[in-house]
């Protein structure tokens, strides 16, 4: 038997760590879902705190074992991505409050656009023409798919244009801070996990209570809710842990592309387990055209001259200026 070669063994890791986030976002959705209709547990702000303090156990035991082993994250670098990632899960929810579900789903899908604008202007990317259709391609599939009432106000607009931005920055500050700071996933989630559970599990109630009127305190606990609680909060280990491995070895561009076939799966679940009234000619087309979208970024993201992550290491951009670009990452390391 041949030997396998490193592109396939990367080939079969990267499958693997999309199908591992793909299979714990879905779900998750589909848990909180039941939580949330069923049991009528609408503190999401809480719940996400407590998804983070789940996350946070998991690093200590982990670092415990032998498996995280000990790594520095600057303060500031620290400070600024829990503002990110705090103020794209505030604004998402808040969005989805203050505007219509048609205009929640643009927003989210302005993501791919900023997403590609950052790393334009931060990294200095360039997308090939195909590439370029591929990604429009996939926001008309999804669009068509998910896109129905659209209704703006100034302050749901205002909402989304915080949660579109900061969701984008968030996702880009993962991958920028792996490769800077030579962090594994393990290791981001390590320093990130604790300050986000310790903030959200602050915030989340007031804000809870301001979005909904219902106080967190004052839920109706019992056996079957607690165990739908836990069970989401151990899905959102493997969803964290995910989204950092995947924009890792990825980009945030790739992961906000290709996670859309999540989007597709969630509506292909829901009309089997909640009902087919929604399964219509119309939602079947969009997510024909989002999929062969997906596929055609795939093929020509990786050709070259179309692949976004041809400038991997542009984040060493400081250092190559300082004349060691032959060795980028030694660079790193001493950043």
Not at 86 to 92: E, K, L, T
Not at 286 to 312: D, F, Q, T
């Amino acid at each position: 038997m041949a030997p396998v070669s490193k592109a396939d063994k990367k080939t079969a890791a990267d499958a693997a760590a999309w199908m591992f986030n793909v299979v714990t976002s879905v779900g998750i959705i589909i848990v909180n879902k039941a939580l949330m209709a069923t049991y009528g547990y609408s503190f999401a702000t809480t719940l996400t705190g407590l998804h983070f303090a789940f996350t946070t156990l998991m690093t200590i035991v982990l670092r415990c074992l032998g498996y995280i082993q000990p790594s520095h994250l600057p303060f500031t670098e620290l400070l600024r991505f829990i503002l990110f990632a705090n103020f794209s899960i505030v604004g998402m929810n808040v969005s989805l409050m203050w505007n219509s579900v048609g205009f929640y789903q643009i927003a989210k899908l302005s993501m791919i656009p900023v997403s590609c604008l950052l790393e334009m202007v931060l990294d200095k990317i360039r997308y090939s023409r195909d590439t370029k259709l591929s990604i429009g391609l996939v926001l008309v599939g999804v669009g068509v798919c998910t896109v129905t009432d659209v209704s703006v106000n100034s302050k749901g607009f205002l909402a989304a244009f915080v949660a579109v931005w900061s969701t984008s920055l968030q996702q880009y500050y993962v991958h920028y801070l792996q490769r800077k700071y030579s962090l594994s996933s393990f290791n981001l989630l390590g320093h990130t996990a604790p300050a986000q559970a310790a903030t959200l599990l602050v915030v989340g109630p007031f804000l809870d209570y301001w979005l909904t009127e219902k106080r967190v305190d004052m839920y109706d606990y019992n056996l079957v809710s607690v165990l739908f609680i836990t069970l989401s909060c151990t899905i959102a280990i493997g969803t964290n842990l995910s989204q950092f491995i995947c924009i890792g070895r990825f980009t945030a561009v790739s992961f906000q592309v290709l996670g859309h076939m999540k989007t597709i799966l969630v509506l292909v679940m829901g009309f089997f387990f909640f009902g087919r009234e929604g399964l219509n000619l119309h939602v079947v087309i969009g997510m024909v055209i989002a999929v062969l979208g997906m596929i055609w970024y795939g093929n020509a993201s990786s050709k070259p001259g179309g692949k976004e992550r041809r400038n991997y290491s542009l984040p060493t951009t400081r250092q190559q200026k300082l004349g060691a670009a032959s060795d980028s990452d030694d660079n790193e390391d001493k950043a």
